[in-house]
């Protein structure tokens, strides 16, 4: 891909012939991945204090925040990228604004100060906007869609500049600020449902499912990365090394299971419009948090292998146990269900899902829960009705 232009007219074509990532996406991707970690890091430090309750919550918000943002411009992307200066340098204040997010994580986690997270909320979706007012002032076909984005985006980020200042100002308790943060998050789920009632944009179905796809390996690699950096910290504090291997490798043919599994259909032949792309994409928060808090779950098992964590045998289990089987059952529903498998695939995954949660009532959860998904592996890539073949890499037709 050669430089960025000056200025380049904000149109794209409907029926591109290709459309692939492009290295200023894999950048966006890898900085919003600091959000990611950081939400990760603070709900394995909740579920570690035994803080269950709050730290899931706290976590299902800060990544709500992470996710939408990410996802929004993504499939800004996928139909208006142009690429030229200007772009670039609205990509780069989305960037900052997931940099100030993951700063103020933390503070959330122990403070239940949201002050830092909403400014670098603020800071990405005022980028977003000033995207789709461009895409209305440079591409006639488009404009309606772009100015109800535009109009819609704006709105809700008012409102959640509202709820700042009313926590600041007053002091309405935990629930009637959930209560207004699931209710502005339902807002924000409905303006791309409004904004493309009468007006698609032109996303590109394969572009689109790479990108999901290669967010998926990053949230999963994350995972990894929490899990070697406990296993690092019991080798610290002087575990044996033999306490430790089962762990590890359950927590690696774990991860390696929800990798496969995801990646047993080509995604891009269920975005075929907008009926079937909206719970396919809205879908995605679940298998993108689980598959973060995995990672999260895999660390609090280690530290209760180490003797350092405040929870017993069975909060330790279920740490790992609960995202795992939530990812079982989102990937299921959202990315493999709507190929149509057989009642074979159909039963095994919230089977599977159902046992991994009983695995923390057995002595062994994580290697039990990385034989359960070694099992589903297998009975997935029997399926006679739908194997993986080249012919599944064509484009849609």
């Not at 929004?72 to 609205?90: E, H």
């Not at 792309?277 to 280690?302: D, E, T």
Request: proline share 5%; hydrophobic share 55%; aromatic share 10%.
């Amino acid at each position: 891909m050669g430089g960025a232009g000056l200025r380049r007219v904000m149109v794209r074509r409907s029926r591109e012939g290709h459309r692939a990532a492009t290295p200023l996406e894999l950048l966006f991707d890898l900085c919003f991945v600091v959000g990611v970690a950081q939400a990760a890091a603070s709900l394995h430090h909740a579920l570690a204090e035994g803080h269950a309750g709050s730290g899931v919550v706290g976590y299902a918000m800060v990544f709500f925040a992470i996710w939408w943002a990410w996802m929004n411009f993504t499939w800004f992307a996928s139909a208006y990228d142009t690429d030229d200066v200007s772009y670039r340098l609205l990509v780069l204040v989305q960037i900052v604004g997931v940099l100030i997010l993951a700063a103020g994580v933390p503070r959330a986690f122990e403070e239940k100060n949201f002050g830092l997270i909403t400014l670098g909320y603020a800071v990405m979706r005022l980028a977003m906007v000033a995207l789709w007012l461009r895409a209305a002032r440079e591409d006639p076909e488009g404009r309606s869609c772009a100015v109800r984005y535009a109009i819609g985006i704006a709105a809700v980020q008012g409102g959640w500049l509202a709820r700042l200042a009313v926590e600041r100002l007053t002091d309405l308790g935990d629930a009637p600020m959930l209560g207004l943060f699931a209710l502005l998050a339902a807002a924000e789920l409905v303006v791309p449902l409004w904004a493309e009632r009468y007006q698609q944009t032109t996303w590109h179905p394969r572009h689109i499912a790479e990108r999901y796809g290669l967010f998926t390996l990053i949230v999963l690699g994350e995972s990894v990365l929490a899990a070697t950096l406990a296993i690092q910290a019991g080798l610290d504090r002087g575990l044996a090394t033999a306490a430790l291997v089962p762990v590890a490798l359950s927590g690696v043919v774990i991860v390696f299971g929800m990798w496969w599994l995801y990646f047993s259909r080509p995604a891009h032949r269920l975005l075929t419009s907008n009926r079937t792309s909206f719970p396919w994409g809205y879908g995605h928060y679940l298998i993108f948090s689980s598959a973060a808090a995995a990672g999260a779950g895999l660390a609090v098992a280690i530290d209760y292998a180490t003797h350092t964590a405040h929870v017993g045998g069975f909060g330790a289990g279920m740490s790992t146990a609960a995202p795992v089987a939530v990812f079982l059952l989102s990937v299921w529903l959202v990315h493999l269900r709507p190929h149509r498998a057989d009642r074979r695939i159909d039963l095994a995954f919230p089977v599977t899902a159902a046992l991994v949660l009983l695995t923390p009532l057995t002595p062994l959860p994580l290697p039990l829960t990385a034989l359960l998904l070694v099992a589903l592996t297998v009975t997935v890539q029997t399926d006679p009705a739908h194997p993986l073949t080249d012919t599944d890499l064509s484009d849609p037709a």
